[in-house]
């Protein structure tokens, strides 16, 4: 098993930044760490995702240019700088982890709790 925590959510006014964590524990051996997000009313949405041995990232369109993924071995830890936040941005994000690249929600495992971004305009 794999337990995931974020934290780093909060409130910004647009344009502003956050980042979030997460840290993972237990079974920690995994190919791909990444985030989704789900805004109220919504199916849970892609965000971007990390490649664990090489640091190979990749992200859904929105988010290109403004958010950052980036990986600390050594601390089993997973961050998402957010940058020029737009009111849009505003969900629910969660982290996520599965031995496949993964774009789809059903094709992740294992999920943190998730953590409130709300961005006020």
């Known amino acids: 098993q794999v337990h995931l925590v974020e934290s780093g959510g909060g409130s910004v006014q647009a344009g502003g930044s956050l980042r979030l964590s997460c840290v993972a524990s237990?079974?920690?051996?995994?190919?791909?760490m990444g985030w989704f997000r789900q805004a109220p009313g919504k199916e849970r949405e892609f965000v971007a995702a990390?490649?664990?041995?090489?640091?190979?990232?990749y992200y859904t369109d929105s988010v290109k240019g403004r958010f950052t993924i980036s990986r600390d071995i050594a601390k089993n830890t997973a961050h998402l700088q957010m940058n020029s936040l737009k009111p849009e941005d505003t969900a629910v994000y969660y982290c996520?982890?599965?031995?496949?690249?993964?774009?789809?929600?059903?094709?992740?495992?294992?999920w943190g709790q998730g953590t409130q971004v709300t961005v006020s305009s």
């Open positions: 996520a982890t599965d031995d496949r690249e993964f774009r789809r929600q059903h094709d992740v495992d294992y």
């Open positions: 237990g079974r920690t051996f995994r190919w791909y």
């Open positions: 990390i490649k664990w041995n090489d640091a190979r990232t």
